[in-house]
């Protein structure tokens, strides 16, 4: 492995911001909070919605809501990073970092595996927290194992887009455009019931929306009932293909500076 | 008198100017509650079959939750600004001043009862184009902007008093999280005799936010509820009350003439 390798510039990076992540309470405590937050939310306020009829999700309303708000605390993951990366080329680190670095792509792989070490500690807390409020687990090892793979990949996705949008803009100020899109693909998805119980437009946009297979797929390795996995996959891989590509591109803007 | 209602006059107008000339400040709370209206009130509308729910119209029922959120960010950008003014050294300045510290505070509050006032209309526009009906009729949209207006003010008063305590824009924003959290455990997506979970429930019941969404629904979706709207005012001038004299007190350790 030569000094210069996109290996050395990427673990290089991870080290500095588990560092700065583990130095900085208030860096992780939010997006620790938020899906602790909106699972209580969703899974103690709306668990009655389980009696609506229709509703035939077997491992109940709790793994349900779990399901999304693990998807969603790994695609945040990855948004909060690019936060990070906004505020480093604010800081002029970044600047820095790409006259230094020979392989640059390694920046974009070191804010992953950053992300991907963030996310994991909220992953392990909010599974703690789930087990604890009595989710049913009705999927064996290989199907939790596919739960989880899907939100590593959608936690890549959500650092990927974010990556672009910051190497882009290179400005905090871009962190609604870093959000939003998320946070309004999340939602329109069947986040409260299952998609046949959604009615008007909806249903037709979920239909349209991948997050709702990604979804899907997660709550049927979580009952134990896996259903449309080659599909959730290949979405999954093909909106981290895309939004890798996205990343680069704005690797590639952000050089330009330099 | 007619020198301190000039005082207020001209805190209150530099706070609307102030809120006017960032973009972002006029969007986002906009925007963010009726984008969550739109979204929540078609993939929650499943729970309007729900035996016992209280209307048959989802938007109807949600259209609170926007008011309260809107808000909550009149709140942020409230404390946001005072923040700034204690940051860059203006409140020194005006301790120089003949300037009554109630005069500040109840202009700095009178920013955000505009900012609240503005985004009320605009909810109760989309609302009503969304058609929602009103079953306390005319009258009752006017005490329902009355209210709307009340609860802003809390909320705004609660911004005031952390930022005259943190002195920090950055501490303020950071309270976001914890401020929304008392909405989320409320009772804005199901009534309280809906919510399943007992801990949620009492949560629920013990947080004054839930009398002041059920004050602003019980004018939309049941007519003239006099304990609810009575229970809505009661805790938004309670909140106004206790966090105003919480902000006095820290505004006379601030305003301290030297």
Same mark, same amino acid.
């Given at each position: 492995?030569?000094?210069?390798?996109?290996?050395?510039?990427?673990?290089?990076?991870?080290?500095?911001?588990?560092?700065?992540?583990?130095?900085?309470?208030?860096?992780?405590?939010?997006?620790?909070?938020?899906?602790?937050?909106?699972?209580?939310?969703?899974?103690?306020?709306?668990?009655?919605?389980?009696?609506?009829?229709?509703?035939?999700?077997?491992?109940?309303?709790?793994?349900?809501?779990?399901?999304?708000?693990?998807?969603?605390?790994?695609?945040?993951?990855?948004?909060?990073?690019?936060?990070?990366?906004?505020?480093?080329?604010?800081?002029?680190?970044?600047?820095?970092?790409?006259?230094?670095?020979?392989?640059?792509?390694?920046?974009?792989?070191?804010?992953? @595996?950053?992300? *991907?070490?963030?996310?994991?500690? &909220? =992953?392990?807390?909010?599974?703690? !927290?789930?087990?604890?409020?009595? /989710? #049913?687990?009705?999927?064996?090892?290989?199907?939790?194992?596919?739960?989880?793979?899907?939100?590593?990949?959608?936690? @890549?996705?959500? *650092?990927?887009?974010?990556?672009? &949008? =910051?190497?882009?803009?290179?400005? !905090?100020?871009?962190?609604?455009? /870093? #959000?939003?899109?998320?946070?309004?693909?999340?939602?329109?998805?069947?986040?409260?019931?299952?998609?046949?119980?959604?009615?008007?437009?909806?249903?037709?946009?979920?239909?349209?929306?991948?997050?709702?297979?990604?979804?899907?797929?997660?709550?049927?390795?979580?009952?134990?009932?896996?259903?449309?996995?080659?599909?959730?996959?290949?979405?999954?891989?093909?909106?981290?293909?895309?939004?890798?590509?996205?990343?680069?591109?704005?690797?590639?803007?952000?050089?330009?500076?330099? | 008198?007619?020198?301190?209602?000039?005082?207020?006059?001209?805190?209150?107008?530099?706070?609307?100017?102030?809120?006017?000339?960032?973009?972002?400040?006029?969007?986002?709370?906009?925007?963010?509650?009726?984008?969550?209206?739109?979204?929540?009130?078609?993939?929650?509308?499943?729970?309007?079959?729900?035996?016992?729910?209280?209307?048959?119209?989802?938007?109807?029922?949600?259209?609170?939750?926007?008011?309260?959120?809107?808000?909550?960010?009149?709140?942020?950008?409230?404390?946001?600004?005072?923040?700034?003014?204690?940051?860059?050294?203006?409140?020194?300045?005006?301790?120089?001043?003949?300037?009554?510290?109630?005069?500040?505070?109840?202009?700095?509050?009178?920013?955000?009862?505009?900012?609240?006032?503005?985004?009320?209309?605009?909810?109760?526009?989309?609302?009503?184009?969304?058609?929602?009906?009103?079953?306390?009729?005319?009258?009752?949209?006017?005490?329902?902007?009355?209210?709307?207006?009340?609860?802003?003010?809390?909320?705004?008063?609660?911004?005031?008093?952390?930022?005259?305590?943190?002195?920090?824009?950055?501490?303020?924003?950071?309270?976001?999280?914890?401020?929304?959290?008392?909405?989320?455990?409320?009772?804005?997506?199901?009534?309280?005799?809906?919510?399943?979970?007992?801990?949620?429930?009492?949560?629920?019941?013990?947080?004054?936010?839930?009398?002041?969404?059920?004050?602003?629904?019980?004018?939309?979706?049941?007519?003239?509820?006099?304990?609810?709207?009575?229970?809505?005012?009661?805790?938004?001038?309670?909140?106004?009350?206790?966090?105003?004299?919480?902000?006095?007190?820290?505004?006379?350790?601030?305003?301290?003439?030297?």
């Amino acid at each position: 492995m030569s000094r210069g390798s996109s290996l050395t510039v990427a673990l290089a990076l991870t080290r500095r911001q588990v560092t700065i992540l583990l130095k900085n309470p208030s860096l992780f405590l939010p997006p620790m909070l938020f899906p602790l937050m909106n699972f209580m939310a969703f899974a103690g306020g709306l668990s009655r919605l389980r009696h609506v009829p229709g509703f035939d999700f077997k491992g109940g309303y709790t793994s349900f809501q779990f399901v999304f708000v693990l998807l969603q605390s790994a695609a945040f993951g990855g948004v909060f990073t690019g936060f990070g990366i906004a505020r480093d080329f604010e800081l002029g680190f970044a600047r820095r970092l790409l006259i230094a670095s020979k392989h640059r792509s390694g920046i974009v792989w070191g804010y992953t @595996i950053a992300s *991907l070490f963030r996310w994991s500690m &909220v =992953a392990v807390m909010l599974t703690i !927290v789930a087990l604890i409020a009595h /989710m #049913q687990v009705g999927g064996n090892g290989v199907d939790l194992f596919g739960l989880y793979a899907l939100a590593v990949i959608v936690n @890549i996705t959500g *650092l990927l887009w974010a990556c672009g &949008v =910051a190497m882009r803009f290179r400005s !905090v100020q871009a962190g609604p455009l /870093m #959000q939003t899109p998320i946070f309004t693909l999340l939602f329109l998805s069947p986040v409260y019931v299952p998609l046949h119980l959604l009615q008007g437009w909806i249903h037709a946009v979920a239909k349209l929306n991948p997050i709702t297979y990604i979804l899907t797929s997660g709550r049927g390795f979580i009952s134990g009932d896996p259903i449309d996995v080659a599909l959730a996959f290949a979405l999954a891989f093909a909106l981290c293909g895309g939004l890798a590509l996205w990343a680069l591109l704005g690797l590639k803007r952000a050089e330009q500076i330099v | 008198m007619s020198l301190a209602l000039n005082d207020v006059g001209l805190i209150a107008w530099r706070s609307v100017r102030r809120t006017v000339r960032q973009p972002a400040n006029v969007i986002a709370p906009l925007t963010f509650p009726i984008l969550l209206l739109a979204i929540n009130s078609n993939g929650l509308r499943a729970a309007t079959h729900l035996p016992g729910f209280p209307t048959d119209s989802f938007v109807s029922f949600f259209l609170p939750f926007a008011f309260i959120q809107g808000a909550l960010f009149a709140a942020m950008t409230a404390g946001t600004d005072l923040a700034r003014d204690i940051d860059t050294g203006f409140l020194n300045r005006l301790a120089l001043t003949p300037l009554r510290g109630t005069g500040l505070l109840v202009g700095q509050l009178g920013g955000a009862m505009a900012q609240a006032l503005v985004q009320a209309l605009v909810y109760l526009g989309v609302g009503l184009a969304l058609g929602v009906h009103f079953a306390s009729g005319v009258q009752g949209i006017f005490v329902l902007v009355v209210l709307a207006l009340t609860v802003g003010a809390a909320w705004g008063a609660v911004g005031i008093w952390i930022a005259l305590r943190t002195g920090s824009g950055e501490a303020v924003q950071s309270q976001f999280p914890i401020l929304f959290f008392f909405i989320i455990i409320s009772s804005m997506n199901l009534p309280r005799n809906l919510i399943e979970a007992d801990w949620f429930r009492t949560a629920a019941t013990l947080n004054p936010v839930s009398y002041m969404i059920e004050g602003l629904r019980s004018l939309i979706i049941e007519g003239w509820n006099t304990q609810a709207l009575a229970l809505g005012f009661g805790f938004a001038i309670l909140g106004v009350g206790f966090a105003m004299a919480l902000a006095a007190l820290e505004l006379r350790k601030r305003m301290a003439r030297t």
